[in-house]
């Protein structure tokens, strides 16, 4: 399974970014697809995800109702709308899935696989 992660960039504060998140190798409708961030000296936190098998999606309190998360079921992709943004949104944002749905969905200890990073500056 490879999950190919895109659409990072600069934007100043207030302006929107979409991310996508591109599987190959496998599906995960019974799963979840999604997004953690880090920035450097801290722990990877969770963002937002898609819940497969039920078809609902997850946030973090700090993105929810500015971030929108949605899958295209035929594409095997996951993206995310992220408006409003703000400085501290600036991190590496990557890319997650798991096969199975887990309570613990927020934790990235419960994920088998990962993306690579695409990096989010927003300026103030």
């Known amino acids: 399974v490879q999950l190919q992660a895109s659409g990072g960039g600069l934007v100043q504060a207030g302006g929107s970014l979409r991310l996508s998140c591109a599987a190959s190798g496998g599906t995960f409708n019974r799963g979840a697809m999604g997004w953690f961030r880090q920035v450097p000296g801290k722990e990877r936190e969770f963002v937002a995800l898609f819940r497969g098998d039920a078809n609902v999606a997850r946030y973090a309190d700090a993105v929810n109702g500015r971030f929108t998360i949605s899958r295209d079921s035929a594409k095997n992709t996951v993206y995310l709308q992220m408006n409003n943004l703000k400085p501290e949104d600036t991190a590496v944002y990557y890319c997650?899935?798991?096969?199975?749905?887990?309570?613990?969905?927020?934790?990235?200890?419960?994920?088998?696989?990962w993306g690579q990073g695409t990096q989010v500056t927003v300026s103030s």
């Open positions: 997650t899935a798991r096969v199975r749905w887990t309570v613990l969905y927020h934790r990235p200890s419960e994920y088998n696989y």
